[in-house]
């Protein structure tokens, strides 16, 4: 399955998980004994793909450390530098010249319960070739996520990034929402959009809106939605709830055992 190379963004600042990520990086946030980024990399290795390129940026040294070249978790890492912060298109946008085929994006502070399910969504993107390929979960308010509607085939008819109440009322279904998760499968020519896209609010490039010119263009956009769980480490609220739920069912023993492995291995 190496047709499918993986980018993972990573190098935001995580304002909303001060003070921890003023010193760190968010994504090593610790959950289960691994950084957030090391679930990120999992997941990807479960559906497949074993290239991954990660998008870094300002105070980011400690992540690369931990990830070295991949070797000691299954895979093959990179590094593209991304100077300024402009939002996760514009992070995307870094790799044009770095990648020529389709590709995995998981956000770096961000990863889903249980990983495998990254594997349907390839299936799916493999399978339609649309332009784009997004995991969505159902929510009960669309406020501050990227919203979709899509027809009972799964192609997406319409996206908007936080949707005004006028907005997400003609994206909702059945008084629910379909939320775009931080999991996403593009064919190359999506950098095309990327770049045609205006700049948002802060200055930001969103790569909701680039999907969005995407989709007013005619191009197929498919969304799949997720039967297990989105687990976003964005913020205190929930990293702390997420913590929470994934210490309760936790073998301590196991969890030792991996980890105590890993550390040998990577001491030799």
């Given at each position: 399955m190496d047709d499918i190379v993986g980018l993972v963004p990573a190098a935001g600042g995580g304002t909303r998980l001060y003070p921890f990520s003023k010193a760190i990086p968010k994504e090593m946030y610790p959950i289960l004994g691994k950084a957030a980024i090391e679930h990120c990399i999992e997941?990807?290795?479960?559906?497949?793909?074993r290239r991954i390129f990660v998008v870094v940026g300002h105070q980011k040294g400690a992540l690369m450390d931990y990830l070295g070249n991949g070797s000691n978790f299954g895979v093959t890492t990179a590094y593209i530098f991304q100077d300024e912060r402009r939002g996760i298109g514009?992070?995307?946008?870094?790799?044009?010249?770095?990648?020529?085929?389709?590709?995995?994006?998981l956000l770096g502070d961000s990863f889903i319960k249980p990983k495998k399910e990254i594997a349907d969504i390839i299936a799916l993107h493999r399978r339609e070739k649309p332009i784009a390929s997004l995991l969505v979960f159902q929510v009960d308010s669309p406020e501050g996520y990227g919203v979709v509607s899509m027809d009972r085939q799964g192609r997406v008819a319409d996206l908007v990034e936080k949707p005004s109440a006028a907005e997400a009322k003609r994206l909702a279904t059945d008084g629910r929402y379909l939320a775009i998760t931080g999991?996403?499968?593009?064919?190359?020519?999506?950098?095309?959009?990327?770049?045609k896209t205006p700049p948002?609010?802060?200055?930001?490039?969103?790569?909701?809106d680039a999907i969005g010119l995407a989709v007013k263009a005619g191009e197929k956009v498919f969304a799949l939605q997720l039967k297990g769980r989105y687990l976003d480490i964005g913020k205190w609220k929930t990293v702390l709830s997420i913590e929470k739920e994934l210490a309760g069912g936790m073998d301590v023993e196991?969890?030792?055992?991996?980890r105590e492995a890993l550390m040998r291995r990577m001491q030799e």
């Open positions: 997941t990807l290795r479960e559906g497949g793909v514009h992070a995307i946008l870094q790799a044009k010249t770095w990648i020529d085929r389709p590709f995995a994006v999991v996403y499968v593009f064919d190359p020519r999506i950098f095309e959009y990327i770049e948002g609010a802060n200055g930001e490039i969103q790569i909701t196991a969890v030792v055992r991996e």
